[in-house]
């Protein structure tokens, strides 16, 4: 029997620009073809029930307030105010009277292999709201305007200038301080102290070039010439996460690409995946995503080409 596909093709010519793909709680983010940014205006009064999603989102209030709920508590985000929402966090959303907000929504599969940004967003379990002087004096809401503009005007390159100023804007919070990330000052101090970061830059190349291989702690470490006991210490200094977490990032990283725009079936994506069981990979990719790879497809895959309006 056939499966139902969560989005059919008719919902995706009606709604060009975006629309919001909700299973229970859970919300899919829809991204405009290439890209891993979706932007939200709302100029009049709107809220969102209790939701969650694997994307980051920041909250951007231009005038008025806004209030989101956690399990943290209620944050009450004013004009200029900026609020940054970790992954898989449930919140609601509500505008007040004459408000008028953006929701910029983004994946963090590139962040999560920075090293600068890795452990910030792996010790970022809560909503981090940012004043509006930090905002502003950093240069960081200045940034996340633009990108806002950009991202509306669509003009040549806009993907990758999008994906620039939010980079632009997170390190300038980082750089100020506006990103608390817990991390204890001690592994901070380590991971400064990481003998070799030449190895560790071959071993990451390596990964990204290998990963669908039988990649192993003893075999990185045989690679980089450390013990495995010093390479696994010093390797998680380095990125912030243990190994095991780092390549199963960069697989299933891997595996929505393939599955957004490759041609293969979900069953040749496995077989490449460097997953030792089909049972193995559909468990790992539904955790990290929520869903099942051929849910994944449905969602994000490209728009048939008779979407683009061209008669054959």
Same mark, same amino acid.
């Given at each position: 029997?056939r499966s139902q596909k969560l989005?059919?093709?008719?919902?995706?010519?009606?709604?060009?620009?975006?629309?919001?793909? +909700? !299973?229970?709680?859970?919300?899919?983010?829809?991204?405009?073809?290439?890209?891993?940014?979706?932007?939200?205006?709302?100029?009049?009064?709107?809220?969102?029930?209790?939701?969650?999603?694997?994307?980051?989102?920041?909250? *951007? $209030?231009?005038?008025?307030?806004? *209030?989101?709920?956690?399990?943290?508590?209620?944050?009450?985000?004013?004009?200029?105010?900026?609020?940054?929402?970790?992954?898989?966090?449930?919140?609601?959303?509500?505008?007040?009277?004459?408000?008028?907000? /953006?929701?910029?929504?983004?994946?963090?599969?590139?962040?999560?292999?920075?090293?600068?940004?890795?452990?910030?967003?792996?010790?970022?379990?809560?909503? $981090?709201?940012?004043?509006?002087?930090?905002?502003?004096?950093?240069?960081?809401?200045?940034?996340?305007?633009?990108?806002?503009? @950009?991202?509306?005007?669509?003009?040549?390159?806009?993907?990758?200038?999008?994906?620039?100023?939010?980079?632009?804007? +997170?390190?300038?919070?980082?750089?100020?301080?506006?990103?608390?990330? %817990?991390?204890?000052?001690?592994?901070?101090?380590?991971?400064?102290?990481?003998?070799?970061? !030449?190895?560790?830059?071959?071993?990451?190349?390596? @990964?990204? !070039?290998?990963?669908?291989?039988?990649?192993? +702690?003893?075999?990185?470490?045989?690679?980089? %010439?450390?013990?495995?006991? /010093?390479?696994?210490?010093?390797?998680? !200094?380095?990125?912030?996460?243990?190994?095991?977490? /780092?390549?199963?990032?960069?697989?299933?990283?891997?595996?929505?690409q393939a599955l957004i725009s490759?041609?293969?079936?979900?069953?040749?994506?496995?077989?490449?995946?460097?997953?030792?069981?089909?049972?193995?990979?559909?468990?790992?990719?539904?955790?990290?995503?929520?869903?099942?790879?051929?849910?994944?497809?449905?969602?994000?895959?490209?728009?048939?080409?008779?979407?683009? %309006?061209?008669?054959?």
């Open positions: 029997m989005v059919s093709d008719q919902t995706r010519r009606l709604f060009q620009r975006g629309y919001r793909v +909700l !299973q229970g709680k859970q919300e899919f983010v829809t991204y405009p073809d290439d890209s891993s940014i979706r932007v939200w205006g709302r100029k009049r009064p709107d809220s969102f029930a209790l939701h969650w999603h694997t994307a980051a989102e920041i909250l *951007i $209030v231009m005038r008025g307030e806004c *209030i989101v709920e956690t399990s943290e508590g209620r944050a009450i985000v004013r004009e200029g105010e900026l609020l940054l929402m970790p992954p898989r966090c449930s919140h609601t959303l509500t505008m007040l009277e004459d408000s008028y907000r /953006y929701l910029i929504l983004f994946e963090t599969d590139a962040l999560e292999r920075m090293r600068d940004f890795a452990p910030v967003l792996k010790n970022m379990t809560a909503p $981090v709201h940012i004043p509006a002087r930090v905002a502003r004096e950093s240069g960081a809401l200045e940034s996340l305007c633009m990108l806002v503009s @950009i991202y509306n005007f669509r003009e040549p390159m806009w993907n990758i200038t999008c994906h620039s100023l939010l980079m632009l804007a +997170l390190s300038l919070l980082g750089r100020c301080g506006g990103l608390r990330s %817990g991390v204890p000052e001690e592994e901070v101090s380590a991971r400064r102290m990481a003998t070799s970061p !030449q190895v560790m830059e071959h071993v990451l190349r390596y @990964i990204d !070039q290998n990963y669908a291989k039988d990649i192993t +702690l003893d075999s990185l470490a045989n690679y980089s %010439g450390y013990s495995k006991w /010093y390479f696994s210490r010093v390797f998680k !200094q380095y990125t912030g996460v243990p190994l095991m977490q /780092y390549l199963t990032q960069v697989r299933i990283a891997n595996i929505r490759d041609e293969a079936s979900v069953a040749e994506i496995c077989a490449c995946s460097g997953f030792s069981s089909t049972s193995t990979f559909n468990r790992v990719f539904k955790e990290m995503n929520g869903c099942t790879p051929s849910e994944y497809r449905a969602i994000y895959g490209k728009r048939p080409k008779e979407d683009d %309006g061209k008669k054959k």
